[in-house]
């Protein structure tokens, strides 16, 4: 079982940068690929980035490659969601998720784990 909690988003402007933060209850972090999801209004909710359990592997939906970065401590349970040149598209509520897996996840079905998400909003 694992309890996750996001935190750090906000109101921003285009060009601007956030920092999201995903904390996880539990003493097995390291056996979940952890990954963010965004979910914006009227949308469904869309695969943004994973991380694999070591973080040796990333991959980057193609709509934020180059601006967003994640990274995870495994020794402070947490990951770290960069989010670099904003733009208003990017509004969405993020999700933290965790899969039991190995390897990179892409699906969403394959998260058996949810954060309660965080809302990011991105003016123009």
């Known amino acids: 079982q694992v309890q996750l909690v996001e935190s750090g988003g906000g109101l921003v402007q285009a060009g601007d940068s956030l920092r999201l933060s995903c904390a996880a209850s539990?003493?097995?972090?390291?056996?979940?690929?952890m990954g963010w999801f965004r979910q914006a209004p009227g949308k469904e909710r869309e695969f943004v980035v994973a991380?694999?359990?070591?973080?040796?592997?990333?991959y980057y939906a193609d709509s934020v490659k180059g601006r967003f970065t994640i990274s995870r401590d495994n020794a402070k349970n947490t990951v770290i969601l960069q989010m670099n040149s904003l733009k208003p598209e990017d509004t969405a509520v993020y999700y933290c998720?965790?899969?039991?897996?190995?390897?990179?996840?892409?699906?969403?079905?394959?998260?058996?784990?949810w954060g309660q998400g965080t809302q990011v909003t991105v003016s123009s």
């Open positions: 998720a965790a899969a039991p897996r190995v390897g990179i996840v892409v699906g969403e079905n394959e998260y058996a784990y």
């Open positions: 539990g003493r097995t972090f390291t056996s979940y690929v």
């Open positions: 991380i694999t359990r070591r973080g040796e592997n990333t």
